[in-house]
Nanobody, 115 residues
Framework: QVQLVESGGGLVQPGGSLRLSCAASGSIFNVYAMGWYRQVPGKQRELVATITNGGNTNYVDSVKGRFTISRDAKNTVSLQMNSLKPEDTAVYYC??????????WGQGTQVTVSS
């Protein structure tokens, strides 16, 4: 089994920054990509950013130029979030996908952008 543990969420004012981190542990093999998704009540979970094992990144249009995803160490992924906006408020989930399409999720961390 694989466990994903997120950290770094919290309350920040508009225009501020936060850094989310996610560490994967357990029986990890054949990793295709890791990434971050977010969800607000009443809406579907949406992709924020992903990074493949080869280093290719993908971002949702609304965060391009403000968020940066990175692999800090093996099986660890971070999301640097700058110029945060109130509409970035959500629960952020870490995700790991294997080449056989098996996916794992973290428990989620709350990010609130408010003055």
């Amino acid at each position: 089994q694989v466990q994903l543990v997120e950290s770094g969420g919290g309350l920040v004012q508009p225009g501020g920054s936060l850094r989310l981190s996610c560490a994967a542990s357990g029986s990890i093999f054949n990793v295709y990509a890791m990434g971050w998704y977010r969800q607000v009540p009443g809406k579907q979970r949406e992709l924020v950013a992903t990074i493949t094992n080869g280093g290719n990144t993908n971002y949702v249009d609304s965060v391009k130029g403000r968020f940066t995803i990175s692999r800090d160490a093996k099986n660890t992924v971070s999301l640097q979030m700058n110029s945060l906006k109130p509409e970035d408020t959500a629960v952020y989930y870490c995700n790991l996908v294997r080449w056989d399409a098996v996916a794992y999720w973290g428990q989620g961390t709350q990010v609130t952008v408010s003055s």
